[in-house]
């Protein structure tokens, strides 16, 4: 039996197969093939596993073919990402075949007890935009680290999601929810998940649901299951806030000078920003060297805030320019203009 696909198709599943299991751990780097009413893909990174529909023109056969993402990587070098010449795949025996010019790759047809299998059923809590939901994640995920967590979560009917770090608090907004909810997501896999999904269509819609303790995503043509935890933590009530100060700035003087300062502290990252009525600045020192980048800003009082360069410089290159200044006693939050993305930084000393 024997089915064909097109090269671009190829490539653009190895590229998000290649991003969903990502390169910590060389195990779970497979691509499983199985039959389900078509050709289909299973693959994991250990708490992220996905079912993908590679193609429907493809005759029944039992067990899983495992291939290596790696060959399948191979099998794509060096020929253009949207050429549309076909890729044959043959089913011999207990093989696998692809065939593309004059390079072949097979792989044993594993008689498994059982396919590789995800949730399928679930209640959609939301439906919306796919390509706000990678912008709202990648916000949120892109400054954090290796052993963080990525939290995603209700606060007043409203999709949230949101990262703690020593040094700030950052949070986006994504759409309306039926239910509430709260969880954990590790970082890992959430990049994962934000690099793979970049590969679909950005038109796309994606539905969100939650089941057995996994956050469920469903795009057209891949759902993709995540392992959880529990969130506690969300204590946040902007309402709250006593906002003493709000100024409207333009982000791209501050990245100008963050710039600059990644290139010459790569140590360090540690720096602040000073906020006064006689003009703000942003400085940093190291043994004997001092750098300060003076801003078009000021305040009725003196703030000083202490920043990380490298991770206010990722969270800035994800905002609008046009950004707004909060101050309160304690905080000093920067948000778009609607307040569908934010950050919060504690604000050290200040005098009035």
């Not at 043509?221 to 806030?241: A, H, M, P, S």
């Not at 707004?324 to 948000?335: A, Q, V």
């Amino acid at each position: 039996m024997e089915g064909y696909v097109t090269f671009s198709h190829l490539n653009k599943v190895t590229e998000f197969l290649d991003n969903f299991c990502g390169t910590i751990e060389p195990s779970t780097r497979n691509a499983y093939f199985f039959y389900d009413n078509g050709l289909k893909i299973y693959a994991s990174d250990n708490c992220g596993s996905m079912v993908m529909n590679f193609t429907r023109d493809f005759l029944p056969f039992e067990g899983v073919a495992i291939i290596p993402i790696q060959y399948l990587k191979g099998l794509t070098r060096g020929k253009n990402k949207k050429s549309e010449e076909i890729v044959k795949i043959a089913i011999n025996k207990d093989h696998v075949l692809f065939t593309f010019e004059e390079m072949n790759l097979s792989t044993e047809i594993k008689k498994e007890s059982s396919v590789p299998s995800v949730i399928k059923e679930f209640d959609s809590l939301s439906i919306d935009s796919l390509n706000d939901l990678i912008k709202k994640i990648d916000f949120v995920s892109a400054s954090a680290n290796e052993d963080d967590l990525i939290n995603i979560f209700t606060r007043s009917k409203m999709i949230k999601f949101s990262y703690v770090s020593d040094y700030y608090y950052i949070e986006s907004e994504f759409s309306e929810s039926k239910k509430d909810f709260s969880l954990s997501i590790p970082y890992v896999t959430i990049r994962h998940v934000v690099k793979s999904l970049k590969k679909l269509r950005k038109d796309s819609k994606i539905s969100i649901g939650v089941k057995k303790n996994k956050l469920v995503l469903l795009a057209p043509g891949v759902i993709i299951n995540l392992c959880t935890q529990k969130y506690y933590n969300d204590v946040l009530k902007l309402e709250t806030f006593k906002i003493i100060e709000e100024l409207r700035i333009k982000s791209d003087q501050i990245k100008k000078a963050l710039d600059k300062m990644y290139i010459s502290f790569k140590k360090n990252n540690v720096a602040f920003i000073v906020l006064s009525t006689n003009g703000s600045y942003i400085y940093k020192e190291e043994n004997d060297s001092h750098l300060s980048w003076k801003l078009d800003i000021k305040t009725e009082h003196k703030y000083l805030v202490q920043i990380h360069i490298r991770k206010l410089r990722s969270i800035l290159t994800r905002m609008p320019e046009n950004l707004l200044f909060k101050i309160t006693e304690s905080k000093l939050i920067i948000s778009d203009l609607k307040s569908k993305k934010l950050a919060i930084f504690q604000i050290q000393k200040i005098s009035k």
